[in-house]
T-cell receptor, first 113, second 117 residues
């Protein structure tokens, strides 16, 4: 039973354009959401987070949107750069981050030159 | 400010041997989380510890796996009598607080890649 789903295993975007990565969840107890970026043979790197009381959080080129009624969140990267090519994981917490996170399976983002 | 450290980075064990994975959290972080990633899968939570206490071990297999975070020294994830299905990447994360806080990110180490032959 997957509580966090990333339905696109991969996504290809041209350099300079917007990348939109999507994530759906089923557990209404989740109150905190995080996005991580991962390169091969490295650990996940924290990118951005959002609490369930907000619908948007922005940090530089990264913006996360949360639609609680649809149980959906998305990560926007604009403009996309070659170094953004990586696997992106959506993660959720039911205790504000102070518990074991539930991860999606990831989306492999490929930025085309 | 050093990040989360894990060692070894790669570990090869024969079936039936024991594997010990170590994790040193970031300075100032007192909470440690262990996750496992199987090929083509996301990370799966295993156990959450603070110094000398296991807070949540709901993701830990009931047999052969144990974890500790002593008062001094790194957190240890121990796998006894390893089997081929234990081959995976094991990641440790730390955060500056736990049950009394809210909105804290978990920062991950580089992982230990365990191969069971």
């Amino acid at each position: 039973d997957q509580q966090v789903k990333q339905n696109s295993p991969s996504l290809s975007v041209q350099e300079g354009r917007i990348s939109i990565l999507n994530c759906d969840y089923t557990n209404s107890m989740f109150d905190y959401f995080l996005w991580y970026k991962k390169y091969p043979a490295e650990g996940p790197t924290f990118l951005i987070s959002i609490s369930s009381i907000k619908d948007k959080n922005e940090d530089g080129r990264f913006t996360v949107f949360l639609n609680k009624s649809a149980k959906h969140l998305s990560l926007h990267i604009v403009p996309s750069q070659p170094g953004d090519s990586a696997v992106y994981f959506c993660a959720a917490s039911a205790r504000g981050g102070a518990d074991g996170l539930t991860f999606g399976k990831g989306t492999h983002l490929i930025i085309q030159p | 400010n050093a990040g989360v450290m894990q060692n070894p980075r790669h570990l090869v064990r024969r079936r039936g041997q024991e594997a010990r994975l170590r994790c040193s959290p970031m300075k100032g972080h007192s909470h440690v989380y262990w996750y496992r990633q199987l090929p083509e899968e996301g990370l799966k939570f295993m156990v959450y510890l603070q110094k000398e206490n296991i807070i949540d071990e709901s993701g830990m297999p009931k047999e052969r796996f144990s974890a500790e975070f002593p008062k001094e020294g790194p957190s240890i994830l121990r796998i006894q009598q390893v089997v081929r299905g234990d081959s995976a990447a094991y990641f440790c994360a730390s955060s500056p607080t736990g049950t009394s806080g809210w909105g804290y990110e978990q920062y991950f180490g580089p992982g230990t890649r365990l191969t069971v032959t």
